[in-house]
């Protein structure tokens, strides 16, 4: 694929006048979002200027281990992230750490040995990325749902380890909404795709000039891809963190300090 | 603090049993003696008695302190099925989704016994007709209890309630009450009760610990202790 699309500063720079229209919206109906935006202006400025330089150093370079390095630190900062939506859960980290590094190791080397994408910097960057990402999204939405469902619902887990029910027979309930939670949005938002919005890559392929017939496969292997990833990670995340809120006899721990919230 | 009378079996024995909740002393260097039989745990709110109950199926272990159940020391006892024969019923019914039924097999297939759902039921004060009830619909009364119906289906050597009748009218009350009597009598059931009424305490034990702010301050036969 040959880059068929030149974007210049002045374009991007023009592209302003719509944050300047939304910073002028938010000061006028006081919706408080003036200094976000600015905020999120520049760190989309220099956030993906800088990683733009990074992708193109690893592309010049052809070298695997810098793909596999910038994937890993996206994964730590992945997990990280996502912890941060998590605190109710205790131990979220380690948990979450390891569901981004399996789902986008398991999914990255699944489209490679099936032949859909070469193991080349051009293909596993951008595809790692968006993996990881919404691997992120979703385990963190899990996460997040899970601590929440253990807070609300003690009384009948206890309930449930007072018949003799393992932690895992009584978690079992809430364990299975907090990974469906995760998972259900990329699901509704695969559903709808083409019909209600066009995805990303998509409308990217399409600006840079592709036949519309190869954007769609190639939105359609992503979607795919991204199902499978956000599976895996949900599944991952809930199954080693709900282990976090028992002791090994079986119980639930009580919860104290401000993390626990309890 | 009197000891078991010679001729009931020790069930439970607490020695300097301690236990901090939420950075506060729940339970204080508590030592009392539960007998074969039933016993009533008393004593004002936030004294410490539900903690106690907990304790006894090791749904929370102390911090300081020694529990034994029939002689032998609860922390040797695995917790699954000491929860299986010492079956607890919370004071807030908490149900699992499904029917009275599916919940009642739930509980005694943890346990590996057979279900008589329509024994369970009526053992409970329940109409047999509630087994195909979704639990979602019933009162907060029939799921206290479909709870203890459910503790039943286990078949356990000891009951822990906490509280059984707190959400019951009168009647019903009653009708609960009598049904833990016919348990004792017909099933050879031990029963360990959390119970803010001593009328209660008086009606259904004949043994009582009394709790005040995490301290067993008296413990013995009924006569004595509510005297």
């Known amino acids: 694929m040959t880059t068929s699309i030149h974007v210049s500063t002045g374009q991007v720079a023009a592209s302003l006048a719509l944050v300047a229209l939304a910073a002028a919206i938010s000061f006028w109906r006081r919706a408080d979002l003036d200094r976000d935006i600015a905020v999120a202006t520049v760190r989309s400025f220099v956030q993906l200027t800088a990683i733009g330089y990074a992708i193109k150093l690893i592309f010049e370079s052809d070298s695997i281990w810098l793909v596999l390095a910038l994937l890993a630190v996206m994964v730590l900062f992945g997990a990280l992230t996502a912890r941060g939506r998590a605190k109710k859960v205790p131990g979220a980290f380690w948990p979450l750490l390891i569901a981004l590094a399996v789902a986008g190791a398991s999914t990255l080397g699944l489209v490679v040995v099936l032949g859909v994408f070469h193991p080349t910097p051009r293909y596993l960057v951008p595809v790692g990325g968006m993996v990881i990402g919404n691997a992120m999204t979703a385990s963190a939405v899990a996460l997040n749902r899970l601590g929440d469902e253990v807070a609300d619902s003690r009384g009948r887990i206890e309930a449930t380890l007072a018949l003799g029910a393992t932690a895992q027979e009584a978690a079992a309930p809430i364990v299975r909404r907090a990974l469906r939670s995760g998972m259900i949005t990329l699901v509704d938002s695969t559903k709808t795709t083409g019909l209600i919005f066009f995805p990303g890559t998509m409308v990217g392929m399409l600006l840079a000039g592709a036949n519309p017939t190869d954007a769609v496969r190639l939105q359609l292997i992503l979607l795919y891809t991204l199902l499978g990833s956000v599976a895996i990670a949900g599944l991952i995340a809930t199954t080693l963190a709900y282990r976090n809120f028992f002791t090994p006899a079986q119980q639930l721990r009580e919860l104290e300090g401000a993390e626990a919230g309890a | ?227």
């Open chain 2, 1 to 227: 603090m009197r000891a078991v009378r010679d001729h009931a079996a020790v069930l439970f024995e607490l020695r300097d049993v301690s236990l901090t909740r939420a950075g506060r002393p729940a339970l204080d260097a508590v030592s009392a003696e539960i007998p074969t039989g039933a016993t009533a745990i008393v004593g004002p709110s936030g004294a410490g008695k539900s903690t106690l109950l907990r304790l006894l199926n090791r749904l929370v272990d102390p911090d300081a302190g020694a529990i034994a159940y029939r002689g032998r020391p609860l922390l040797e006892h695995d917790p699954l099925e000491l929860r299986r024969e010492v079956s607890l019923v919370p004071q807030l019914p908490a149900l699992l989704e499904g029917t009275v039924e599916s919940n009642l097999r739930y509980a005694a297939d943890l346990a590996g016994k057979e279900l008589d759902a329509p024994l369970c039921l009526s053992l409970a004060g329940l109409d047999p007709g509630f087994a195909e009830r979704d639990v979602a619909r019933l009162s907060v009364g029939e799921q206290q209890r479909t709870m203890l119906a459910r503790a039943l289906a286990q078949m356990p050597d000891v009951l822990l309630l906490d509280e059984p009748t707190s959400a019951l009218d009168h009647a019903t009350r009653d009708a609960v009450e009598a049904t833990l009597a016919e348990l004792r009598r017909e099933l050879d059931i031990s029963i360990v009760l959390v119970s803010h009424d001593p009328e209660q305490a008086r009606r259904l034990s004949d043994w009582v610990v009394r709790l005040e702010a995490g301290r067993a301050i008296e413990a013995g036969p009924l006569e004595q202790v509510l005297a």
